[in-house]
C-alpha cells in the first residue's frame, strides 16, 4: 500500500535497499549497475527502482538531505515495505587530512547533537551504532574488491552551514569523528528502534581541512567505488 511519501506497492521493494541522498544517484546506480531496473516511486522525485545484480534482488532510492527526510524514507521502508537491510551511500566532509578526495570511509558508529532520536522515541543517545554484521559483509566485499576503506565514526549534523569555521577539530579531537555527513544517526535509530539492520558507506566529497571539493556531477556519478562495495554484499 502506497504511503505519502512512496507509490510502491508491498512486494515491489527488495529487503535490502541502497540509499543515496541523491535521488540522481540513485537514478545512475539503478541504470548503471542493476539488471532490468523497474522505477517504483517518483513521488517527489525522489526516485526508487528495484532489479537484480548478479542475480541478487536489491533496491535503491534516495534519501534526501538531512535527518528529517532520510527519517521518513528509512522508516517507511522498514516499517511499511518490509525492508531489512538499508545501506546508505553517500558523501561527506573530512575532519581529518588522512581521509582524502573519493576516499571511502565505513561509518562504525554515528556522533551526533541531534535531538532527532529523542523527539522520535524518548531515546536520549549521542552516539548510535551500525550494524556490525552488515559492516562484516561490507568489509569483506571492499577486500574482494581490492577497495581499501577507511574506519571511524562519523559526525551526523543538522547544519551544513556553520558560522564557526573552526568547529570540525573540536569535534575530531573530542568526538573522535572522521567525517562530517547529515543523515546516519537518523538512520541507525530508526534501525534499532524497528529491530532492523542499517550500514553506511561514505565517499569523502570535501576536506574542511585542505578545502579541497568535488563538483556536483562528481557526487552523483564519481563515487563508484561505494555503490560497488554495497552491491557486491547485497542479500
Not at 573540536?170 to 535509530?189: G, I, T
Amino acid at each position: 500500500m502506497p504511503t505519502p511519501h512512496n507509490s510502491a506497492n508491498i512486494g515491489d521493494i527488495a529487503k535490502t535497499v541502497l540509499m543515496p541522498g541523491d535521488p540522481l544517484r540513485a537514478k545512475y546506480i539503478a541504470e548503471t549497475f542493476l539488471e532490468n531496473p523497474v522505477l517504483f516511486n517518483t513521488v517527489r522525485n525522489m526516485f526508487g527502482y528495484t532489479g537484480t545484480y548478479k542475480g541478487k534482488k536489491i533496491s535503491v532510492m534516495g534519501s534526501g538531505m538531512g535527518m528529517p527526510s532520510i527519517g521518513i524514507y528509512s522508516y517507511e521502508l522498514y516499517n511499511f515495505y518490509g525492508v531489512e537491510r538499508i545501506i546508505r551511500i553517500g558523501s561527506a566532509g573530512a575532519y581529518t587530512n588522512d581521509l582524502k578526495l573519493f576516499d571511502v570511509l565505513l561509518v562504525t558508529d554515528a556522533w551526533s547533537e541531534s535531538h532527532y532520536a529523542k523527539v522520535q522515541s524518548g531515546t536520549n543517545k549521542h552516539v548510535i551504532k551500525a550494524s556490525k554484521r552488515l559492516n562484516n559483509r561490507l568489509e569483506k566485499a571492499a577486500n574482494k574488491l581490492q577497495i581499501p576503506v577507511h574506519k571511524g565514526r562519523v559526525h551526523s549534523s543538522d547544519v551544513f552551514y556553520r558560522n564557526d569555521g573552526t568547529h570540525f577539530t573540536e569535534l575530531f579531537e573530542r568526538q573522535n569523528c572522521l567525517a562530517v555527513e547529515m543523515e546516519s544517526f537518523a538512520l541507525f535509530h530508526n534501525a534499532e528502534v524497528l529491530g532492523k539492520k542499517a550500514a553506511c558507506l561514505l565517499t569523502i566529497s570535501d576536506s574542511l581541512v585542505t578545502k579541497a571539493v568535488t563538483t556536483a556531477l562528481e557526487r552523483e556519478t564519481a563515487f563508484t567505488n561505494m555503490m560497488k562495495i554495497a552491491l557486491e554484499m547485497a542479500e
